[in-house]
């Protein structure tokens, strides 16, 4: 293969999708409303996980400070959910992240972020299915897990102890119910909500009227008095220091990177573009909206429970029937596993109603195979739902999901972070409806990068996606930096603070020289305030948190995404939709300049069959 071809074909893989691509019509059903919106990104983010992350995280690395926690985690979610949500409100199409990259980036990146999106909700269906049937098994005695575990054991590596069958037939039925239509899901969807709502109320309630504002300023005197086998306490004790901050303020950083993965969910809002009625004012508001419920519910639950007993006491596997029991409100513990339940079923909703969407664009844009973009007559996308809750059913009956988990986090935020990347080159790229290689590129000069023009050009718009390029690369090496040398830095070792020092102070000047450059004039119903800076900023929480994750799951993600790229050169890259767009806009305007060249060399009084 020459050079001139193989240039050509990585050109090929950044072509980009316009905002209103010819022949493409959504046969989608415009039924959504914003409560809907705001019920599904509530009942997706605020899962089971308020049951017993709050006690988890207050109990081991943030004590009563986990509210502090909670709101640092918040903060830097609302910067990802802005993010989303001007995209909603420019691009109101179904695909969420895969759709945004498509217009804004390319073809490759596009398909790497769709097949990330489903990565993630596949795992989390699956995950959120096996812990729906954990905890009802729980509630009558554990009859499923003693039963299959003897009748059906599995004793390989990487399966489950026994087939959940449970949990399968529960994720075909639900898929069953978003197969019928999405209107019908609503409606369950925003009943489930409203009872998880109430019973976080109850608890919040609770806290309010029994607890004792002393549990937010315990002496190391009560660790002596509670636990008689304590020979010294001190900062290094398993139960911290005592006071609002026990294990001191890093402890609620800690707690605050964990605490963020809480708030991951409010994203599947952004795949029903094709189906709110009015989804350029609703999207951005059920995002927005959506993440300060969550706070708010998770804010006043850990702030009840840290209440209602001393955090050093508090159970790590269910710490709010544990706290009623503490107080001498022991039956209040069934109105918890109640709330509890209906948390995971909408969780298992909300992982479930984004998955067949993606999938369904992607194959509508010729990336994946083309039979999951088929609708039923009630405008739902069917088969893409069926197939999708199919493979769910299958991983949560036969795999071990602890160990896939993480797997689910780096899906979620690299998709995070491309979205993020896609708001800054979106603000500052010349025009969006057209290719910018139509128009002359200016030569690059560091001049016209440190003293730009006031108006956006081709040469500004490519300034400012190599900036976005370097910021993320800039965001990774400081985050492998500050993993890699935290003992150092936390003893103040120079080579430690200069390190961190050289690559934070590049990426400020990379996010100033950003600034500087002029924005497109073009306006939406929402627009994402502070640019570049927050979603700079994004991006290096999101890349930070990747980093923390293990090699393992690297390695599991390295497969995952082996596997993606070879159904996309072996099949996206021939069938792509956008590619044959672009074969058939240039074939046209190929043989309009060969007529127009014909005419004119025909003279005047003569036709063109002589």
Same mark, same amino acid.
């Given at each position: 293969?020459?050079?001139?071809?193989?240039?050509?074909?990585?050109?090929?893989?950044?072509?980009?999708?316009?905002?209103?691509?010819?022949?493409?019509?959504?046969?989608?059903?415009?039924?959504?409303?914003?409560?809907?919106?705001?019920?599904?990104?509530?009942?997706?983010?605020?899962?089971?996980?308020?049951?017993?992350?709050?006690?988890?995280?207050?109990?081991?690395?943030?004590?009563?400070?986990?509210?502090?926690?909670?709101?640092?985690?918040?903060?830097?979610?609302?910067?990802?959910?802005?993010?989303?949500?001007?995209?909603?409100?420019?691009?109101?199409?179904?695909?969420?992240?895969?759709?945004?990259?498509?217009?804004?980036?390319?073809?490759?990146?596009?398909?790497?972020?769709?097949?990330?999106?489903?990565?993630?909700?596949?795992?989390?269906?699956?995950?959120?299915?096996?812990?729906?049937?954990?905890?009802?098994?729980?509630?009558?005695?554990?009859?499923?897990?003693?039963?299959?575990?003897?009748?059906?054991?599995?004793?390989?590596?990487?399966?489950?102890?026994?087939?959940?069958?449970?949990?399968?037939?529960?994720?075909?039925?639900?898929?069953?119910?978003?197969?019928?239509?999405?209107?019908?899901?609503?409606?369950?969807?925003?009943?489930?909500?409203?009872?998880?709502?109430?019973?976080?109320?109850?608890?919040?309630?609770?806290?309010?009227?029994?607890?004792?504002?002393?549990?937010?300023?315990?002496?190391?005197?009560?660790?002596?008095?509670?636990?008689?086998?304590?020979?010294?306490?001190?900062?290094?004790?398993?139960?911290?220091?005592?006071?609002?901050?026990?294990?001191?303020?890093?402890?609620?950083?800690?707690?605050?990177?964990?605490?963020?993965?809480?708030?991951?969910?409010?994203?599947?809002?952004?795949?029903?573009?094709?189906?709110?009625?009015?989804?350029?004012?609703?999207?951005?508001?059920?995002?927005?909206?959506?993440?300060?419920?969550?706070?708010?519910?998770?804010?006043?639950?850990?702030?009840?429970?840290?209440?209602?007993?001393?955090?050093?006491?508090?159970?790590?596997?269910?710490?709010?029937?544990?706290?009623?029991?503490? &107080? !001498?409100?022991?039956? *209040?513990?069934?109105? #918890? @596993?109640?709330?509890? %339940?209906?948390?995971?079923?909408?969780?298992? /909703? $909300?992982?479930?109603?984004?998955?067949?969407?993606?999938?369904?664009?992607?194959?509508?844009?010729?990336?994946?195979?083309?039979?999951?973009?088929?609708?039923?007559?009630?405008?739902?996308?069917?088969?893409?739902?069926?197939?999708?809750?199919?493979?769910?059913?299958?991983?949560?009956?036969?795999?071990?999901?602890?160990?896939?988990?993480?797997?689910?986090? &780096? !899906?979620?935020?690299? *998709?995070?972070?491309? #979205? @993020?990347?896609?708001? %800054?080159?979106?603000?500052?790229?010349?025009? /969006? $409806?057209?290719?910018?290689?139509?128009?002359?590129?200016?030569?690059?000069?560091?001049?016209?990068?440190?003293?730009?023009?006031?108006?956006?050009?081709?040469?500004?718009?490519?300034?400012?996606?190599?900036?976005?390029?370097?910021?993320?690369?800039?965001?990774?090496?400081?985050?492998?930096?500050?993993?890699?040398?935290?003992?150092?830095?936390?003893?103040?070792?120079?080579?430690?603070?200069?390190?961190?020092?050289?690559?934070?102070?590049? %990426?400020?000047?990379?996010?100033?020289?950003?600034?500087?450059?002029?924005?497109?004039?073009?306006?939406?119903?929402?627009?994402?305030?502070?640019?570049?800076?927050?979603?700079?900023?994004?991006?290096?929480?999101?890349?930070?948190?990747?980093?923390?994750?293990?090699?393992?799951?690297?390695?599991?993600?390295?497969?995952?995404?082996?596997?993606?790229?070879?159904?996309?050169?072996?099949?996206?890259?021939?069938?792509?939709?956008?590619?044959?767009?672009?074969?058939?806009?240039?074939?046209?305007?190929?043989?309009?300049?060969?007529?127009?060249?014909?005419?004119?060399?025909?003279?005047?009084?003569?036709?063109?069959?002589?």
């Amino acid at each position: 293969m020459s050079g001139a071809k193989i240039l050509l074909f990585l050109q090929s893989l950044s072509r980009r999708k316009p905002l209103e691509p010819e022949g493409e019509v959504s046969n989608f059903r415009r039924c959504l409303t914003t409560l809907d919106l705001v019920a599904l990104g509530v009942g997706s983010t605020l899962g089971a996980g308020v049951y017993v992350l709050s006690g988890e995280v207050a109990r081991t690395v943030a004590g009563p400070s986990i509210i502090i926690a909670f709101l640092i985690a918040a903060v830097a979610s609302v910067f990802a959910g802005l993010c989303y949500a001007e995209f909603g409100a420019r691009v109101p199409k179904t695909g969420s992240a895969y759709l945004y990259s498509y217009v804004t980036v390319g073809e490759i990146w596009a398909f790497i972020t769709g097949w990330n999106l489903l990565l993630s909700y596949v795992i989390g269906t699956s995950s959120v299915a096996r812990a729906w049937s954990g905890t009802f098994d729980d509630l009558i005695g554990n009859v499923i897990a003693n039963s299959l575990g003897k009748q059906a054991a599995m004793n390989l590596p990487g399966l489950a102890p026994y087939p959940d069958f449970f949990a399968a037939g529960l994720i075909i039925l639900l898929a069953g119910i978003l197969a019928f239509g999405v209107k019908e899901s609503a409606i369950v969807n925003k009943v489930f909500t409203a009872v998880n709502i109430l019973v976080l109320l109850f608890v919040i309630l609770s806290g309010a009227i029994k607890g004792d504002i002393n549990n937010w300023s315990i002496g190391e005197d009560s660790f002596l008095n509670g636990y008689e086998n304590c020979t010294s306490l001190n900062a290094t004790s398993p139960y911290g220091g005592g006071g609002f901050f026990p294990f001191g303020f890093e402890g609620t950083l800690a707690g605050a990177a964990t605490c963020f993965y809480a708030f991951v969910g409010f994203d599947c809002i952004a795949t029903t573009g094709e189906e709110v009625q009015n989804p350029q004012k609703s999207i951005p508001l059920g995002i927005v909206s959506s993440l300060l419920i969550c706070f708010l519910a998770y804010f006043g639950v850990s702030a009840a429970l840290t209440l209602l007993m001393p955090y050093y006491l508090l159970s790590v596997h269910s710490p709010l029937p544990v706290a009623f029991t503490y &107080i !001498g409100w022991e039956p *209040a513990k069934y109105v #918890v @596993a109640v709330g509890s %339940l209906c948390a995971l079923s909408t969780s298992l /909703l $909300g992982s479930m109603f984004p998955m067949p969407r993606v999938l369904f664009a992607m194959a509508r844009d010729g990336l994946l195979f083309r039979p999951l973009s088929k609708m039923s007559d009630r405008q739902s996308p069917v088969v893409a739902t069926m197939a999708s809750g199919v493979v769910a059913a299958i991983m949560a009956l036969l795999f071990d999901l602890k160990a896939l988990v993480d797997m689910m986090s &780096i !899906g979620t935020l690299f *998709a995070y972070t491309l #979205v @993020a990347i896609c708001i %800054l080159i979106l603000r500052y790229q010349a025009d /969006l $409806g057209e290719e910018s290689s139509s128009s002359k590129l200016e030569p690059f000069s560091i001049t016209g990068v440190l003293f730009p023009t006031s108006k956006v050009t081709p040469r500004t718009s490519k300034n400012v996606s190599l900036l976005s390029i370097s910021t993320m690369f800039l965001a990774v090496v400081g985050s492998l930096v500050i993993s890699q040398s935290a003992d150092s830095l936390q003893a103040c070792e120079w080579w430690s603070l200069l390190c961190v020092s050289i690559v934070i102070l590049t %990426l400020v000047f990379s996010t100033l020289i950003i600034w500087r450059q002029p924005q497109n004039t073009t306006k939406a119903a929402f627009m994402v305030p502070f640019v570049p800076l927050l979603p700079v900023f994004s991006t290096f929480v999101n890349v930070y948190l990747m980093v923390q994750l293990g090699s393992d799951t690297w390695i599991r993600y390295a497969v995952w995404m082996a596997v993606g790229l070879i159904i996309y050169f072996c099949y996206g890259v021939q069938h792509s939709v956008q590619k044959q767009r672009l074969h058939k806009s240039q074939k046209h305007v190929s043989i309009h300049s060969i007529t127009t060249t014909v005419e004119q060399n025909v003279e005047p009084g003569e036709s063109l069959n002589g």
